[in-house]
């Protein structure tokens, strides 16, 4: 069994910066990639970035592109959301999520092992 728990959420103001964590335990073999996707009140879940098992490749949505970066650390089993110059649009409830194929998919239904999410509130 895998757990993905985030943290770093909360209220933050408009053009600050946030780092969110992801952190893998229990059987962490099974965690190749990882992503990071969002929901805002009202809309479906949208994927944000992923990212492979090493790390070389990423992938991030085109509407974020440029202000979110997303890393992992595997020594420390953990994965990382850099949020750079917030927007009011950024709130949501942020989860990451993993799949046992090294495949940062931007689908949802890709991904096997979810967390519960941590929520991020921008305020303007």
């Known amino acids: 069994q895998v757990t993905l728990v985030e943290s770093g959420g909360g209220l933050v103001q408009a053009g600050d910066s946030l780092r969110l964590s992801c952190a893998v335990s229990?059987?962490?073999?099974?965690?190749?990639?990882m992503a990071w996707f969002r929901q805002s009140a009202g809309k479906e879940r949208e994927f944000v970035s992923g990212?492979?098992?090493?790390?070389?490749?990423?992938d991030v949505a085109e509407s974020v592109k440029g202000r979110f970066f997303v890393s992992r650390n595997n020594a420390k089993n953990e994965m990382y959301l850099e949020i750079d110059i917030l927007k009011p649009e950024d709130t949501a409830v942020y989860y990451c999520a993993g799949r046992g194929r090294d495949d940062p998919s931007q689908s949802e239904e890709d991904y096997t092992t979810w967390g519960q999410g941590t929520q991020v509130t921008v305020s303007s």
């Open positions: 990212i492979s098992q090493n790390g070389g490749y990423t």
């Open positions: 229990g059987r962490t073999d099974y965690v190749a990639a």
